[in-house]
Nanobody, 124 residues
Framework: QVQLVESGGGLVQAGGSLRLSCAAS????????MGWFRQAPGKEREFVAA????????LYEDSVKGRFTISRDSNRDTVDLQMNDLKPEDTAVYYC?????????????????WGQGTQVTVSS
């Protein structure tokens, strides 16, 4: 199966931007729909954004619509999350995930493979 490695997290002031990247290796990348999730301390892991296998369909959690953009590059086998106008409430560990199974694309239960996570901290 595919392996996932995230990068690009860090510390940024409110209003700033970060770009997260997830590199996939192993099984054919196009077999997977891809998602980004996040988990803040003491909270459950939550959906942020997802992109379909061919990249034609994207979905976003309401609080990030208009600020975050998910994209995938099948030549590089990567999926990126561009995050603009960051807010302190965006602070969390961000996880990349891959999905082949049926099921709701916004649900953690539908995803087969997870990366190790990357920390994003937004200061006020």
């Amino acid at each position: 199966q595919v392996q996932l490695v995230e990068s690009g997290g860090g510390l940024v002031q409110a209003g700033g931007s970060l770009r997260l990247s997830c590199a996939a290796s192993g099984r054919t990348f196009i077999d997977y729909s891809m998602g980004w999730f996040r988990q803040a301390p003491g909270k459950e892991r939550e959906f942020v954004a997802a992109v379909s296998q061919e990249g034609a369909i994207t979905l976003y959690e309401d609080s990030v619509k208009g600020r975050f953009t998910i994209s995938r590059d099948s030549n590089r086998d990567t999926v990126d999350l561009q995050m603009n106008d960051l807010k302190p409430e965006d602070t969390a560990v961000y996880y990349c995930a891959a999905k082949t199974a049926a099921g709701q694309i916004t649900s953690t239960l539908s995803y087969d493979v997870w990366g190790q996570g990357t920390q994003v901290t937004v200061s006020s």
